[in-house]
């Protein structure tokens, strides 16, 4: 199963960019790679995803590598409320894929941004 | 609203009887999992399932059980709670292989619960 790997903790200046790096560096040709974060105790909710092209929606901007063995999440202007832990996960896009069913979260990356 | 529903949201037993967790969900999902989380050891699953009747262990399934006889449905049992089970428990779920997802997109998005944080004395 593909893995991600990511820092455990990162700081950033309120009102500055947010940049959490991932390593997917065992993706499969049908995987995508997601994001979601969970503030405080609840349920992880999705931010964005992609599978080979940079993305963008009004919440953040995904830039993946040509090889497609890591990707960049961007919180272009982060603000407090962006204070949470941070999930990169892959998955196959269908029931063929490993990655469909069997997901691993890991421990993300904790997003502290300061005043 | 589309949503994951839990319950309970908070439940403190003893060790040894018998509780389940119940997961529903309103978005006709095929796809339905679920999670532990634990300080330190981030999110690991512990069930998932692909469609009714159709159910398959994560990496850490020891001492719970599911069942699936509905699509909207996806409880977790725990037949003889223990304290090592004392934890904060999601449920997730996604369009599955059966419903559509565009290759484009590739939006095959999880929905995840509330959380249900169960301490096991």
């Known amino acids: 199963d593909a893995k991600t790997t990511q820092p455990p903790s990162m700081d950033c200046a309120e009102g500055r960019a947010a940049n959490l790096p991932c390593n997917h560096s065992?993706?499969?040709?049908?995987?995508?790679v997601y994001w979601y974060r969970q503030i405080h105790s609840q349920g992880p909710q999705y931010i964005i995803h992609?599978?080979?092209n940079n993305e963008t929606n009004e919440m953040a901007s995904l830039i993946i590598t040509e090889d497609r063995k890591s990707s960049t999440l961007i919180l272009p202007h982060a603000t407090l409320r962006d204070t949470a832990v941070y999930y990169c996960?892959?998955?196959?896009?269908?029931?063929?894929?490993?990655?469909?069913?069997?997901?691993?979260f890991g421990q993300g990356t904790i997003l502290t941004v300061h005043p | 609203e589309a949503q994951v529903t839990q319950n309970p949201r908070y439940l403190i037993t003893v060790t040894g009887k018998k509780l389940t967790v119940t997961c529903s969900q309103n978005?006709?999902?095929?796809?339905m999992s679920w999670y532990r989380q634990d300080p330190g050891l981030g999110l690991r699953q512990i069930y998932y399932?692909?469609?009714?009747?159709?159910?398959d262990k994560g990496d850490v399934p020891e001492g719970y059980k599911v069942s699936r006889k509905e699509k909207r449905n996806f409880p977790l049992i725990l037949e003889s709670p223990s304290p090592n089970q004392t934890s904060l428990y999601f449920c997730?779920?996604?369009?599955?292989?059966?419903?559509?997802?565009?290759?484009?997109?590739?939006?095959?998005?999880?929905?995840f619960g509330a959380g249900s944080r169960l301490t096991v004395l």
């Open positions: 997730a779920s996604s369009p599955g292989q059966g419903q559509w997802v565009s290759p484009v997109s590739g939006a095959n998005v999880l929905t």
């Open positions: 399932s692909m469609n009714v009747e159709v159910t």
């Open positions: 996960i892959v998955r196959a896009l269908n029931a063929g894929g490993t990655s469909y069913g069997k997901l691993t």
């Open positions: 978005m006709n999902h095929e796809y």
């Open positions: 992609g599978l080979k």
């Open positions: 065992t993706i499969s040709g049908n995987e995508y």
